[in-house]
């Protein structure tokens, strides 16, 4: 097998590298090619990976490259995971939103679409070298925002293409870790789209009978609560809803007082991560990764590990992190999830995942065409949304009106076009005004101008 990952100089690919040496063996791993433009980058997280790979005992190459035909040639799968426009492209998307009071996160409203603006188009370009280079293989998309970019590729004919989010997967790896269960033994339904959606049902051992339902005594279970994001809302939140919530719904349900506290903040997210990504570079730099691994490891851990313990900081109450429980081993992230569906596709044995596909009729009032995330059955045969049927309204009417805007968006940034961005944005949710829109689309067009090129 053949895995490519394009964008391989991400900080995140070192994090690959151990699931890949424990699955090796049944994927049939030969060659894993990082791919990426940047080439001082990929030469030293690049190095990083190779040096894991030794001391982990690969039975597979890691192979460096710059050139996308070279990595995509008869690639089996194929991980996208790029940032158009690196670090400061976020940095500057959140500037732009916060200046209008309105929130700048990178994968939904305002800094979703800037992104989008960036992504989309060269996420095409590499999707249809992969048509002609590589038609058999797999497309997993990491590169944010995930749906959105998916919903694109899609629209514009590419079927072998999933998107990953390891947040689809909070409940069953939340109850796996509390309940000290092994995850394959869970089984979660999932429902909404990307960073929007909601599990109703959380089961253990299903069988025909359906298993044992575990979610309604985990909700009411204060030790459990505090043990996972749901501490970040409501006590009231949590009791209408009645369900596991995605992280990201922390944005709708609590909107004003995520800007306040994002506002109050001296440094945005996006800042942050330029500024540890930035030192992280440039300390590898100095120690040089191919001549002290054990110190570049020892750097490149500890500076993760701050970025990681920063993430969603603003949600903490008095700043105090939410009680965490021990991992399991198999608890693996977003590459755990890309890598259990390309061992799924390529042995045949049976997966059940929440994933962003085509809606295909699992949710009921959307369309067959709409990329939604949900349950998936993965195995030989491809990838197969599950029934999920009809859903809360409340749920219902925010997808409907988030699903809107991502079509829009998506024809937006296709067509180059201003006025099917302002009306994409003023449908928001959490943008809701056409002149908003407008000011706001303007900015990003000409912030970003070099890489979205001229809009009409």
Known sequence: MKLVVIGGAGVRTPQLIAPLVRRAGSLG????????????KLDLIGRLCQTLAEQQGAPFRVRLTTDAREAIQNADHIITTIRPGFEQGRATDERIAFRHRVLGQETTGAGGFAMAMRSIPAILDYARLAADLAPRAWIYNFTNPAGLVVQALHDAGFRQV???CDSANGAQHAASRYLHIPSERIRHEVFGLNHLSWTRSVRVDPDEDGGEEVLPALLNDPRF???????????????LQGMFLNEYLHYFYHRDEVLSALLAKPETRGEEVLRLTTELLRRLREINPAENPDRALAVYHGLMGQRSASYMVHARQDNVAVA??????????YAGVALDCIQSIATGKTLFTGLNVPNNGAIDGLRDD????????????????????AIPEGAYLLIRTVKRYERLATQAILQRSRLLAVEALATHPLIGSYPLAVRLVDEFVEAHRPLVGDWH
């Open 162 to 164: 999933v998107g990953i």
């Open 225 to 239: 609560i505090q043990s996972t994001h749901m501490a970040i809302f409501a006590p009231a939140v949590r009791e």
């Open 29 to 40: 791993l030969r060659e894993l090619w990082l791919m990426d433009i940047n080439a001082d």
């Open 324 to 333: 965490e429980l021990p991992e399991l081993p198999e608890d693996e992230g």
């Open 370 to 389: 709409d990329v939604v995330e949900v349950t998936c059955r993965v195995d030989s045969t491809g990838i197969h949304p599950l029934p999920i049927g």
